[in-house]
């Protein structure tokens, strides 16, 4: 058996993955998460579950007493409209929160830390495949609170015997192939979630946020990422900081931009049947194009990914929904 690790938001999407990897790499995992958004069912048998807050200390100091070789930390909101809304609900849930947690782990002597950072810490990138180098000016709440965990992590980091990989996810998508778990949040704001709405109907339509965008089909172009390589990059993170890796910054992405309408044609190839998507004006925030230079990752780690093909992603999408919906 190897280390202890605790998973923060472990019943969430990206979380649970995660945790499955992990147990399955012979780690005891402990899962905290306060099921605000996250599924109990998605939490793998193996795991040890607290039902909690990562805002209470007292708890954490608790959780953390008992020798904890690394935090996961991805318990947070994620939703960037609703940030735009409630920005301050947003700096407690998620920059707030995070503070707190990393004075635990600093009190408690927890060496290695990784954090769901977003590609929403670049804003409008100037230059596409975007590096880590580049300027990071978020233009969200939402992009706003995670750069700013990641200052305290470089800070904390120069100060303290704490040494962090922080990932800056791109567009996450696709679910287990063995359909054990999937995306389950409520009011999920997401394309492939959306999409594959429609084709279980349980909406009509699906609206193209703006078709005039400067890119070669004019919809809006993303990197799209499946959840079980994303999970890998975390276990590789592990190992690395293990291995006693220094602090990094990566990006999360497969380099390779896929646009709305190439999305909407992937998913209509693997079902078979048309999806009714309609040209509608911008969405607020979005930009025309965001996609990874992702070559650090793979060279840092080995990671090697292993579900690259878009139509992998939304099938695996598909799949869930329709066993979640029960049209299995
Ligand atoms: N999008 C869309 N219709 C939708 C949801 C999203 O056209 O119902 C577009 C959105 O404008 C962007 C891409 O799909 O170009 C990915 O958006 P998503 O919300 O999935 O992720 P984001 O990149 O905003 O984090």
Redesign the pocket.
Same mark, same amino acid.
Not at 189 to 195: D, E, P, Q, R, V
Not at 219 to 222: C, I, L
């Given at each position: 058996m190897r280390g202890r690790i605790l998973v923060t938001g472990g019943a969430g999407y990206i979380g649970s993955h995660t945790t499955q990897q992990l147990l399955d790499a012979g780690y005891a995992v402990v899962v905290l998460d306060n099921l605000s958004n996250g599924v109990r069912g998605m939490i793998p048998g193996e795991a040890t579950f607290i039902q909690g807050d990562v805002g209470d200390r007292a708890l954490l100091a608790d959780v953390l007493a008992d020798g904890v070789e690394a935090v996961l930390h991805f318990a947070g909101s994620i939703v960037?409209p609703e940030s735009v809304a409630q920005p301050l609900a947003y700096y407690r849930n998620n920059t707030l929160n995070t503070h707190g947690l990393l004075e635990a782990c600093v009190e408690a002597g927890v060496p290695h830390f990784i954090f769901s950072s977003t @590609? @929403?810490v670049y804003g409008d990138a100037r230059q596409v495949p975007v590096r880590e180098d580049a300027a990071t000016v978020p233009i969200s709440p939402y992009g706003a609170s995670k750069l700013m965990t990641e200052w305290m992590l470089r800070d904390a980091a120069a100060a303290h015997e704490l040494r962090y990989v922080a990932l800056r996810y791109f567009?996450v @998508?696709g679910a287990d192939p063995l359909g054990r778990r999937g995306q389950s949040s409520k009011n999920a *704001?997401? +394309?492939?979630? +959306? @999409?594959v709405e429609v084709l279980t109907g349980q909406r009509d339509h +699906?609206?193209?946020? %703006?078709d005039d965008?400067p890119t070669p089909d004019g *919809? %809006?172009? $993303?990197d799209y990422i499946h959840v079980v390589d994303l999970a890998d990059a975390h276990v590789r993170a592990l190992d690395y900081l293990r291995a006693g890796g220094d602090s990094q910054v990566l990006n999360c992405g497969y380099g390779k931009g896929s646009? /709305?309408r190439q999305?909407i044609a992937a998913l209509e190839r693997v079902s078979n049947r048309k999806i009714d998507a309609r040209a509608?004006p $911008? $969405?607020a %925030?979005? /930009?025309a194009e +965001?996609v990874a230079e992702a070559s650090r990752i793979r060279r840092l780690f080995g990671w090697q990914p292993r579900h690259e093909d878009l139509e992998m992603i939304v099938r695996t999408a598909l799949d869930w929904e329709r066993k979640r919906l029960g049209q299995g």
């Open positions: 960037v @590609a @929403a567009n @998508a *704001t997401h +394309l492939i979630k +959306l @999409a +699906l609206d193209i946020f %703006g965008y *919809t %809006g172009v $993303r646009s /709305v999305v509608a $911008r $969405r %925030g979005d /930009v +965001l």
